[in-house]
């Protein structure tokens, strides 16, 4: 498309249906409920006049007027307004979204509007420059006309001769309403992962950073931010979330005078990024959405996005397999017998993908050798793995295959010939982690390496899955003496890309230690998340919780565990496991040989539910109902409000000597349910009589209108805790 120059005049630019509208000074995208103007005048700074959940009626320079600048005494005698970047050049003294130089000069950026590009689809380009310190930014925007989800992204360019470092380019500075003052972070730790904390009104910054060269356990880049009055269904709230799977920084900052702005994008290591004259950065995607109608509605929209716009179509379409993987089964302790005989077992319980787990090749008995031998070990499979792929696919299911492709043991054949290949800093030790170390992805003959191994074994056992791990931090990311985790975090997403391209039909799991990198960045290119390596039920629950905020269930890996669970030595019945590992991607990760006969028979039964839902389960929207700290309750309603399951989990004992009451959201009020307990098999009530006999719930179950089940609530039956309870419910 042409470039187009704004010269005062009212245009609508591209064939979308929600084009962008170029209108006397204003760019204004629009989409999904959700608006963004962008006040953007030739030879003028840019900003953004409002972003938040549509308006209308209403005209851009009405904004511009209702937010007129007042002068203060004590402060600055003219306007100071915050831009797409707040560069240190335009004087706010807030936090800036871009930080350049040359050997200490053309610092003080001040980007002016020299172009604006409308590219259709509800696209634009504003292009801006800096003559005088030789810069160029360009501010890539879109909103998705369904979801509402904008994605924006700045790039930077060196007009210049001389080299310009890049230390810091935030996705885009956007400035908050000043009604949100709380935010929803989320943190965690290895099998602890995305927990979340609630932070109050505060002034001053908020700031997060990651430098573990993954998405990480302990930093998620994402922020919730919302009013005090708002809850799940209703209030203003906004999320924001960036796609990269790298160092990230996080930062929500409260100003003197009352504004507010966000930030987040790439954390760069000291002087990463230097571009020559005539190169360029672009930033990770920025991913941001707005909503009147609580904070479910802004996961509902991420939700969305992520499965319209950026998961694979290839899969889209497909049933998530129910996987057997084969870790917490045998760990190292690999037998090619024992493993034919689990592979029987899981298919007998309703499994759909055998999934073979460390330890399958080189010399890798344990985690301390091996890593990066990309073959099958002689001395376990002296056949290769063509007895076991054999068997996975006579048997009904499809073939998985564990790699962790980014690390090499130092006891290993290809470091011994390769020491010169992994990530480092001169001089510097490597912290000794989980006894690997890093390669070096920038290096072309790493990645041609690793394809090559990856790709043939690929190729001969025509692998449908693979497992993709990567088990530590990068804590010196060094290649040839300089800083490299945003080239070896390219050169991750490019192998990946590169297998793809080449089989098509193969699809992938990011998982690191778990939920180590679980990003937008990493599912563009895979089509499921490890959501944690702790499977315990009871703490599946919450993590699961935490994970959909900004992840639909159809990406979650959630596995059905060992009775005695390996990471907690906590104990649950075979009933709660399934329950728990039935709202995600579900699957199974224990010894089939060590489960009584009873629990397989349960586990098959909830694995023929899982399958009976699935469909409902990963296309109809997702709820977080609220609940006392003692439960979890989380539901899905279809698209057509017509069918829903929820469930209801007890987790602690209850203060109080009655049960509690279940609030069900996302019905239709007006029309009539008949509602039934679909798991467990048997009544769970400790006492009766209870709800459950007297609306025959185990049976025909009762007819309630959705505006009832809402309001009022339905009476839980008295459970033991770690137990649950899964309530389907059918318009009548």
Not at 359 to 364: C, S, Y
Not at 481 to 504: N, S
């Amino acid at each position: 498309m042409a470039h187009w120059k704004l010269l005062g005049w009212n245009m609508w630019m591209g064939e979308d249906p929600r084009p962008v509208l170029v209108e006397e000074g204003f760019v204004t995208l629009s989409g999904g409920g959700v608006c963004v103007i962008i006040e953007a005048i030739e030879g003028e700074r840019p900003k953004i006049a409002f972003s938040g959940p549509e308006i209308a009626p209403v005209k851009p320079t009405e904004l511009k007027s209702l937010s007129a600048w007042q002068y203060v005494h004590g402060g600055p005698s003219e306007d100071r307004p915050l831009t797409l970047s707040n560069e240190l050049g335009i004087g706010t003294l807030a936090p800036p979204g871009l930080v350049a130089s040359r050997d200490g000069e053309d610092w003080a950026v001040d980007l002016r509007v020299e172009e604006i590009r409308p590219i259709g689809e509800g696209r634009v380009q504003i292009r801006c420059v800096d003559k005088t310190c030789a810069i160029a930014a360009i501010y890539n925007l879109q909103i998705g006309s369904d979801t509402g989800v904008l994605t924006c992204n700045t790039q930077i360019q060196n007009l210049g001769n001389d080299v310009l470092t890049l230390d810091w380019c935030a996705g885009m500075c956007l400035p908050l309403d000043t009604r949100l003052s709380e935010i929803i972070t989320f943190s965690g730790r290895w099998a602890g992962e995305f927990q979340t904390e609630e932070i109050g009104a505060f002034q001053g910054s908020f700031v997060r950073e990651n430098r573990a060269g993954r998405t990480s356990h302990e930093c998620f880049p994402g922020l919730i931010l919302k009013t005090p009055t708002t809850d799940e269904t209703q209030g203003l709230a906004c999320g924001f979330h960036l796609g990269w799977s790298g160092n990230h920084r996080s930062r929500v900052d409260r100003l003197p005078d009352g504004r507010s702005l966000l930030q987040m994008g790439e954390l760069l290591w000291p002087g990463e990024i230097r571009l020559a004259g005539g190169e360029s950065y672009q930033s990770p995607d920025l991913l941001a959405t707005w909503s009147n109608e609580g904070v479910g509605a802004v996961s509902h929209a991420f939700h969305t996005h992520l499965t319209q716009e950026i998961l694979d179509r290839r899969t889209a379409s497909k049933p998530r397999p129910v996987h057997f993987n084969t870790w917490e089964a045998v760990y190292f302790a690999h037998d090619q017998d024992r493993i034919i005989e689990l592979a029987e077992l899981a298919a007998s319980v309703g499994a759909e993908r055998f999934v073979l787990d460390d330890g399958w090749f080189g010399a890798r008995r344990n985690d301390a050798a091996g890593l990066g031998d990309w073959w099958v070990s002689s001395d376990v499979y002296p056949q290769g793995l063509h007895p076991i792929v054999n068997k996975v696919r006579e048997l009904g299911m499809e073939f998985g295959l564990w790699f962790e492709p980014e690390m090499v043991n130092p006891d290993s054949d290809l470091y011994r010939a390769h020491p010169d290949w992994v990530l480092g800093a001169p001089g510097i030790d490597p912290i000794a982690f989980r006894n690997q170390l890093t390669l070096d992805l920038s290096k072309t003959e790493v990645a041609d390496y690793l394809f090559e191994k990856i790709a043939s074994l690929t190729q001969e056992y025509q692998i449908d899955y693979i497992k993709w791990d990567m088990n530590r931090d990068c804590h010196h990311p060094g290649s040839d003496t300089r800083a490299a985790m945003h080239r070896q975090t390219l050169g991750v997403y490019q192998l990946i890309d590169r297998l793809r391209a080449a089989f098509p039909r193969l699809e992938i799991e990011s998982c690191s230690s778990g939920g180590g990198r679980a990003d937008y960045g990493i599912l563009e290119r895979t089509d499921r998340i490890w959501t944690s390596d702790n499977n315990d039920a009871r703490d599946r629950q919450q993590i699961q919780k935490g994970a959909s905020y900004f992840f639909p269930l159809r990406v979650l890996g959630s596995h059905v565990g060992p009775r005695k669970c390996h990471i907690t030595g906590r104990r649950f019945s075979m009933e709660f496991r399934v329950a728990s590992a039935l709202f995600g991607h579900m699957g199974l990760e224990l010894n089939l040989l060590l489960e009584s006969e009873a629990d397989r028979a349960v586990l098959t039964k909830g694995i023929a539910l899982y399958k009976e839902y699935r469909e409902l389960l990963h296309t109809g929207s997702q709820h977080r109902v609220a609940s006392a700290a003692h439960a979890n309750v989380i539901g899905v309603v279809s698209p057509e409000c017509d069918e829903a399951l929820f469930s209801y989990a007890l987790l602690e004992s209850r203060p109080r000597t009655a049960p509690d009451r279940l609030f069900f959201v996302g019905l239709h009020a007006k029309k009539d349910y008949r509602v039934t307990i679909v798991w467990p098999l048997t009544d769970p009530s400790i006492t009766q009589p209870s709800i459950v006999q007297m609306s025959d719930l185990m049976g025909k179950g009762a007819v309630f209108s959705g505006a009832a089940l809402m309001e009022f609530g339905m009476q839980t039956p008295p459970l033991h805790p770690d137990s649950a309870v899964i309530y389907h419910l059918q318009e009548v």
